[in-house]
């Protein structure tokens, strides 16, 4: 079974950092790009905030630059996603996700994490 799995969300505070965790099974990440997206309450989910190309290239939304970094780990099939200096409007689900294609639409991403829950509050 094809499966992404996302860890690492929780709660901090304004100016902390998270590392967000993206694991494949099933299938090998290498061959992927994987992108981050997230959806905030009461909102739509965003294009892809960054991907990571199967080719090592990268990708970041000018709304995450120099905020997000994502890196991967094919040795463990894992995708990280490295936020510092968090904002309360960065609170939302994240996920990840798997595409063939380099691109930001989420409509072309064919496999999907359940998300993790990342709230940035005082």
């Known amino acids: 079974q094809l499966q992404l799995v996302e860890s690492g969300g929780g709660l901090v505070q304004p100016g902390g950092s998270l590392r967000l965790s993206c694991a494949a099974s099933?299938?090998?990440?290498?061959?992927?790009?994987i992108g981050w997206f997230r959806q905030a309450p009461g909102k739509e989910r965003e294009g892809a905030l960054c991907i990571s190309n199967s080719d090592g290239s990268t990708y970041y939304a000018d709304s995450v630059k120099g905020r997000f970094t994502i890196s991967r780990d094919n040795a463990k099939n894992t995708v990280y996603l490295q936020i510092k200096s968090l904002k309360p409007e960065d609170t939302a689900v994240y996920y990840c996700?798997?595409?063939?294609?380099?691109?930001?639409?989420?409509?072309?991403?064919?496999?999907w994490g359940q998300g993790t829950q990342v709230t940035v509050s005082s």
């Open positions: 099933g299938f090998t990440l290498e061959n992927y790009a």
């Open positions: 996700a798997a595409s063939w294609l380099w691109t930001v639409q989420a409509s072309e991403y064919d496999y």
